[in-house]
Structure formats: structure tokens, C-alpha cells
């Protein structure tokens, strides 16, 4: 829920309850639209606990109940004792590259987000990730844990330490577990397939802390600080701290200018973290993160690394969505076995067999980034082979969020061949962000769905159509004219 959508739906209330245009809120300008994005804020932050309720449950809510102490000072007596894990906006806008026939045309999308897992005892920087989203979902935070399980920032030196006093063949199956993870009770980090997947990966119990009271989780929020004063606030596409910031001059202007693209951002950040770890601090006693986690274990004294088993042995990506879907059908009515999965049915030549599976419950695992294939197995683990959409508008790769959107653009009842629909609404939505920028450089939705989806892999790739030439009336006349391309017997007769 946004402070637009709100106020959206707040107008629309006004309008039914019959208030007139001279009653506020239609007699003033902006039609109250600053007092409710200030009663929206308040109220989510008073009711919170009512949200993750009718979201999540009453599990959930427990959870979120949890207040500062006496879990506020708990200190970390060795690395991977402790990670702290939050999200933050990115104080800067960057700007995505649209094909059109006179060359590649910059817009500016929405400002992305953050998200950084910290080690509390060493202040090494364990992972990070960039979405182009407001508010990252349950997937987003999964995928930077799985990072930093993976080692995603360590070095090469620091994992030849971690792995020296144990037997393995292959280096890059380095993996790391914690003990326990801080974060805050936001609705993406409350989830039970959060706290399970990173208790089964990582052997780490999820630990909960209010919104808004940093206390328990200064360390990464140190790092926010860090970086918007080292990276973000320095850039001329800066945002600032707030729209009245004098750091903030036209910055969706200046990130069309200096065509600031997420690959750009990308390598910027990895150069600010790469400059953290490595940089002697007075917190670590005149050493850099990189080189006091370096000596913890090179002399470990008897102190093996908390390391997990290989990926291939455990459990799987944190970012895949594992469900329990029942299978559908009728023998009698000649209804196949099918299973329903994001609204979409989906069905193999494998399941389609198993009559005996109807009415059960089967695994499905699937990735966001692409549901075109799903993965299915039995209650007993036999596999059932990859399962694909029945219908052939969704056996194309696309994601979950582009599906939901999609679900809501459709305007045919019926499947069309050979047509790609997800590229198909991402050429739709890089003609509206063109469109709103053609007099001035504006943030646009759709430029930023273009965005998040380039980060994931996809892009339109429409060729564009040929436009057919219009005959003139004289071409139509001497077309006409040709005695031997007109029948004239058969006029008059039907």
C-alpha cells in the first residue's frame, strides 16, 4: 500500500459517501494528499502487529511482539556468532536503456533497494543485493542469505583459511552457517518459510526486533549510513535524505544525462564493499574486517569454522518456493491429472498417467525468476518429472511477478500461438516509459518493472514490425485498370 494508492482509494470513498466539490478534500489543490500519506505512515506503524496478523497469521504476530530487551546487548564472542540482516532504499536514481529505431533511449526508474547481511563480531560485510522494488519480498531477502551462506564477499585467502582444516575437494562448495540472524519484524522477513530456510540452510535461529528501534541492529544500519555517505550522496542522480535535501537537484534528470544503468550501480557497490571490508577501523583495533577475520582463523586454536554441508547434500536455494498442491482430475469426465500453481494449471505426460495421484497432495518446487517449469515429486519423493502450463500463453520463461502482472493486462479469453506475452508487456511498458518522458526525464512504474526484469534476465527482444506503406488512390486505380486480375462475369451475381 503506497501513500498514490491510498489516496486513490480515498478519493473514491469521498465520491461515494457524496461529498461535494467545494467539501474538503476536492476544494484544495492537492486534495488532502499530504495529511493522508501522514495518516497512512502512522497507521501502519500503530497497527503493525494487526497487518502481520491478516498477512501471516497469528504465529507471525507473536514474532513481531518482541520488543529490545533483554536481547538488546547480546554480544558476539566469535565471527558467524551473530550476522544482522536489513533493507534499505538506495538514495540515488539510475536509469534503464530502451531499444527504439533512433537508438537507445535512457528513462529513469524507481530508486532500488538494498539489502546487506553484516557479521556483527568481525563488521565484515558477509553479502548484498540490489532490487528495483520499494519493498523486497521473502524471495529477495532469501536469495542474499543464500549469498552469504555461499561466501559471496569473502576472499579467496579468507576461504582457503575457513577450508584449512577440513577435507574437501572442492573449494566452491564452501558453505557458512551462523548462529543467530537479527532482523526487524517487516512483513517480508516474517514469513515461516524465511525462519525454516534459514534454520535448514544456516543452523541459525531467526531473532526479531521492532521496526524502527535500530538498537538491536546498529551494525548494518551503520553500513546504510556508510554507504550513502561514501557512494549514493555523492553521485549527481543523489536523492538525498529527504525531498527538501539540498543535495537533491533534478536527479532524475541527471541519471538520464550520465546514463546511470543498474550494471554501473552494480560495480560501484562492489568497489564500496570490497573498500569496508579492507579498511582499518578503530572498532577492530587499527585492523580491516578482511584481516581480523583472517587471524581468527588461520590460528583457530582448536576452533573449527562453522561450516555446512555441501549444497548438493542439503537442502535446496533458499529462493526456490516449495508448496503442496493437490492433484485434480476426473476419469470419468476424461479430465487429466493436473496440479494449479500461480492460477496457471500445469500437467506432464508423467502425471497426466497417475490416476492413483488424484486427490493427493504432491511437492512442487519452483523458482521465481522462472515458473515456466515447475519441479514435482510425491509424498514419498519420487520424482514426476518437470511439470509445464497446459495452456501455451505461460510455457514461455517468465517470472512470478510477471505473471501477476500479466494476470491483470489480459484481454483475451483464449491462447494465441507463437506469441510471446511476457515480452509482448514488457515492449508495452518501455513504450509508456518513453511516452512519459518525451517532454521531461520522470520516474516512472513501468520503467521500473523494465528494470527489475532486466535483473533477472529478461528483456522485450521485439523485432520491430515493418509499418506497411498506404497506396495512394492512383496505385488503387491502375491496379484496377489490369483487365486480367478481375473476373467482371461473376459480378452481380451473389
Known sequence: MTPRTAHQVFLRLC??????????????????????????????????????????????????????????????????????????????????????????????????????????????????????????????????????????????????????????????????????????????????????????????????????????????????????????????????????????????????????????????????VGLWNNKPTEANYGSSPAQQLLDFYSNTGGMLPPLCPPHNLTSLPLRLEICMPTVRGSQAKGRLPYITYASVEYSSRELAARWDLVGEKIRVHADPNDISTVKAYTAEGEMLDELMPISSRWRYPHSREMRRLLKAKIKHAHDLLDQHPAQEFLADQEQAALEANEKSARVTRAASIVAEEARKGYNSEQPQPARSKRESTQQLVRRLRKPTSIDFSVIGKT
Open 15 to 272: 465520491t461515494d459517501a457524496g461529498i461535494g466539490p467545494s467539501d474538503w478534500p476536492f476544494c484544495v489543490e492537492r486534495q488532502g494528499r499530504t495529511s493522508l500519506a501522514h495518516y497512512v505512515q502512522r497507521f501502519f506503524a500503530d497497527n503493525h502487529q494487526r497487518v502481520a496478523l491478516l498477512q501471516f497469521g497469528e504465529i507471525s504476530r507473536d514474532r513481531s511482539k518482541r520488543g529490545k530487551a533483554p536481547l538488546e546487548k547480546i554480544e558476539a564472542k566469535a565471527p558467524f556468532e551473530v550476522v544482522e540482516a536489513d533493507e534499505h532504499q538506495v538514495h540515488m536514481i539510475i536509469s534503464v536503456g530502451i531499444e527504439t529505431p533512433k537508438g537507445t533511449k535512457f528513462v529513469p526508474c524507481r530508486r532500488l533497494t538494498l539489502i546487506v547481511a553484516v557479521d556483527r563480531y568481525t563488521n565484515y560485510i558477509l553479502a548484498w543485493d540490489l532490487v528495483v522494488r520499494r519493498q523486497p519480498s521473502s524471495a529477495d531477502f532469501l536469495e542474499c542469505i543464500d549469498r552469504a551462506i555461499a561466501g559471496q564477499c569473502l576472499s579467496v585467502e579468507i576461504k582457503e583459511a575457513l577450508l584449512s582444516g577440513v577435507r574437501r575437494t572442492n573449494q566452491c562448495e564452501l558453505r557458512i552457517g551462523f548462529d543467530t540472524l537479527f532482523v526487524d519484524n517487516a512483513l517480508a522477513h516474517l514469513s515461516d518459510s524465511v525462519c525454516s530456510k534459514v534454520r535448514e540452510s544456516a543452523g541459525a535461529a531467526v531473532s526479531f526486533g521492532a521496526i524502527k528501534h535500530p538498537q538491536r541492529r546498529c551494525l548494518v544500519e551503520r553500513v546504510f549510513s556508510w554507504m550513502a555517505r561514501e557512494l549514493f550522496h555523492r553521485s549527481r542522480a543523489t536523492t538525498g535524505n529527504n525531498p527538501v535535501d539540498t543535495r537533491r537537484i533534478h536527479p532524475e534528470r541527471a541519471a538520464v544525462r550520465m546514463k546511470i544503468s543498474m550494471k554501473e550501480i552494480t560495480h560501484a557497490m562492489t568497489k564500496a
